[in-house]
T-cell receptor
């Protein structure tokens, strides 16, 4: 069974631009969660999608948004990029929603650099 | 508000030693606790998942324990190898907020 895949793996953007990251969960998994990882803040939860609906949201500004498609693939969008958005963005998939006591499987991440 | 702490932040031990990594959390109302491994610049690899009703889980040379009442979990690594060098993160699934809260990790280095 293929694992969680994320594209692209690396991305360089300039301030003010926008970016879209993609995550394909493990086949059969319906929940996709997104995290931002930085050296200073560690791993922080962005949001979770389940059955095309955002079920949970972390404390990030509205510039961070996402969506999930009917095949469970998810995209995350960041608009008006700031230098502080440089980070490793990780997505995780699970069979059911986060609150249902289940194991999370992570993708390799997308390394975003904002210049 | 759930807080997850991992101490020490970094640990270096010679190859072959048994070692214990610590994770503590402030709110005992959790669904489960998961241990992950992260290699530099890579994603997270799930090592062990302990449900709230369980006391421990084992996989190969790894053993994870959970004591909800004291808000602690340990990851025991037996006969450490250089390939075990990585950052180890624990994460708690908080039942009240249905969110996963991560610790800041312990960077482990195994000296040959």
């Amino acid at each position: 069974k293929a694992g969680v895949t994320q594209t692209p793996r690396y991305l360089i953007k300039t301030r003010g631009q926008q970016v879209t990251l993609s995550c394909s969960p493990i086949s059969g998994h319906r929940s996709v969660s997104w995290y931002q990882q930085t050296p200073g803040q560690g791993l922080q939860f962005l949001f979770e999608y389940f059955s095309e609906t955002q079920r949970n949201k972390g404390n990030f500004p509205g510039r961070f948004s996402g969506r999930q498609f009917s095949n469970s693939r998810s995209e995350m969008n960041v608009s008006t990029l700031e230098l502080g958005d440089s980070a490793l963005y990780l997505c995780a998939s699970s069979f059911v929603r986060q609150g249902n006591n289940n194991e999370q499987f992570f993708g390799p991440g997308t390394r975003l650099t904002v210049l | 508000k759930q807080e997850v702490t991992q101490i020490p932040a970094a640990l270096s031990v010679p190859e072959g030693e048994n070692l214990v990594l610590n994770c503590s959390f402030t709110d005992s109302a959790i669904y489960n606790l998961q241990w992950f491994r992260q290699d530099p610049g890579k994603g997270l690899t799930s090592l062990l998942l302990i449900q709230s009703s369980q006391r421990e889980q084992t996989s190969g040379r790894l053993n994870a324990s959970l004591d909800k009442s004291s808000g602690r979990s340990t990851l025991y690594i037996a006969a450490s190898q250089p390939g075990d060098s990585a950052t180890y993160l624990c994460a708690v699934l908080n039942s009240s907020a249905s969110k996963i809260i991560f610790g800041s990790g312990t960077r482990l280095s195994i000296r040959p």
